[in-house]
């Protein structure tokens, strides 16, 4: 597979002219690619030690707004810089734009030198820093689920928002001869972000017209993270390239399966996974049934980082394969949680409950830490629930609107001892002027409802 660039790869692709620009970019709040286009000259000689952005990048919301209530930055203290500094061990190829590279920066604070806690990178690099000292590596996976629809993002805005028509007319679910009629677009995804070092495994065509699947094999937690935000990055814009709009929406339109990004994740060491036990009916481990005991557990805690907009929680409806409980089963899409691999050395736990809208190093963190939580206290993992989870009673269900994520978030004990109290404040404002932008709108469904009848 074609690796990242090294540094002195790229200067000599800048000296030979195959590279003219560099994409400085760090991860937002939301999980996007935000920064700066370099020429590549420039990079090469000063920028790649650092560059600056404003604060308010780490402090803002879909919209680009600069909402209240925020400790890091304010109107009162100016809206300062933070410095991105490259991480030049993420250097690699764009191949779908002509003569660029991209490089992804670490978010540092311009005053104490230091990672800006609530940056995503940083959150995800210190629960992987706690897990090394239990002796661990995590290995984990995402599945990217979209939809491509047959106008442009442009075409889509200007008609606003409305008469949506997917690239498809009917379920494409593993559909070979559908999503043939799809490849000028999955074709060139598939073939040029493997070109950029990502380990393409697969497209397959979704549960629903016009929705895709995009698999990455596993790899350690903070490359799973990084793949899972180029490739989401590049689907957008190789889809714009091709006329196109690819959607991460969880849930466009009432009558519409979601779109999901699933999570499978185990633990390793010296190259082993440490999940399996040939000895166990399922082959599990002790060490995993505590991590996955955690990972239940504290489900509730964490849900507002697996689906942190109001649109999340439409996704959760019983019958669509989106989950609603957080039990685990056997090979069983109906939970929140599902064993994989069960018996081989492949065992691992998938967690479901995600949205394709998660922001992966935020998601990844939270499910690490309460994965750790599990391993320290030894906890002990229930039976795992079989049948319709959707129709069972018992079990303990996901938070099922923004409002409960965020007011478990607020008050999880366990998340500001693992994450301190600054990043959940953080990402609690963050919940809270979510809400707040959504009780401001009159909605199409309030106004057709009552304009007459009320």
Not at 212 to 241: F, G
Not at 285 to 307: N, Q, R, V
Not at 355 to 366: E, F, K, R, V
Not at 395 to 406: G, K, S, Y
């Amino acid at each position: 597979m074609p690796a990242t660039l090294s540094f002195d790869d790229l200067k000599s692709r800048v000296a030979e002219g195959s590279i003219d620009t560099v994409l400085v970019c760090l991860i937002d709040m939301q999980g996007r690619l935000l920064g700066k286009r370099f020429h590549a000259a420039n990079f090469v000689e000063t920028s790649y030690k650092e560059t600056h952005c404003c604060n308010y990048l780490l402090a803002t919301d879909l919209e680009m707004a600069t909402p209240e209530g925020y400790a890091s930055t304010s109107w009162e203290t100016g809206y300062g810089d933070y410095v991105m500094q490259p991480d030049l061990t993420t250097i690699r190829p764009v191949p779908w734009l002509e003569g660029t590279a991209m490089v992804l920066c670490d978010v540092i604070d311009h005053d104490t030198h230091q990672p800006v806690p609530h940056s995503p990178r940083a959150v995800l690099k210190k629960q992987i820093a706690r897990l090394a000292e239990l002796g661990f590596d995590a290995m984990m996976a995402t599945e990217l689920e979209f939809f491509l629809f047959e106008q442009s993002f442009d075409e889509i805005r200007k008609g606003g928002f409305r008469d949506l028509t997917p690239i498809s007319g009917y379920n494409e679910d593993y559909h070979i001869l559908q999503t043939t009629k799809e490849e000028g677009v999955m074709r060139p995804i598939r073939n040029h972000l493997y070109a950029a070092g990502l380990p393409i495994e697969n497209s397959k065509g979704e549960a629903e017209s016009g929705q895709e699947e995009l698999n990455i094999r596993y790899s350690p937690a903070l490359d799973c993270a990084d793949h899972h935000t180029i490739a989401k990055h590049a689907i957008k814009e190789i889809a714009w390239q091709q006329g196109h709009a690819a959607s991460f929406l969880p849930k466009w339109h009432k009558d519409r399966v979601g779109s999901s990004s699933h999570v499978h994740q185990s633990l390793w060491k010296d190259g082993e996974a440490m999940f399996v036990d040939a000895d166990d009916d399922l082959g599990m481990s002790e060490l995993m049934k505590h991590y996955m005991a955690g990972l239940i557990a504290y489900a509730p805690d964490y849900t507002y980082f697996l689906a942190p907009y109001v649109n999340s929680y439409k996704r959760f409806a019983k019958g669509t394969f989106a989950p609603t409980k957080t039990v685990w089963s056997v090979d069983n899409r109906t939970a929140g949680f599902r064993l994989c691999g069960a018996g081989t050395k492949g065992v691992r736990v998938e967690c479901r409950i995600g949205g394709s809208d998660l922001n992966p190093y935020l998601a990844q963190a939270a499910m690490l830490a309460a994965g750790i939580k599990g391993i320290e206290d030894k906890m002990t993992l229930s039976a795992p629930t079989k049948g319709d989870v959707y129709e069972d009673a018992k079990a303990a269900d996901i938070p099922q609107t923004l409002r409960a994520a965020t007011e478990t978030l607020r008050g999880s004990k366990f998340l500001r001892e693992v994450m301190g109290d600054d990043v959940i404040d953080h990402y609690t404002r963050a919940a809270e002027w979510e809400q707040e932008e959504f009780d401001r709108v009159v909605t199409d469904w309030e106004i057709a409802r009552g304009f007459e009848r009320a």
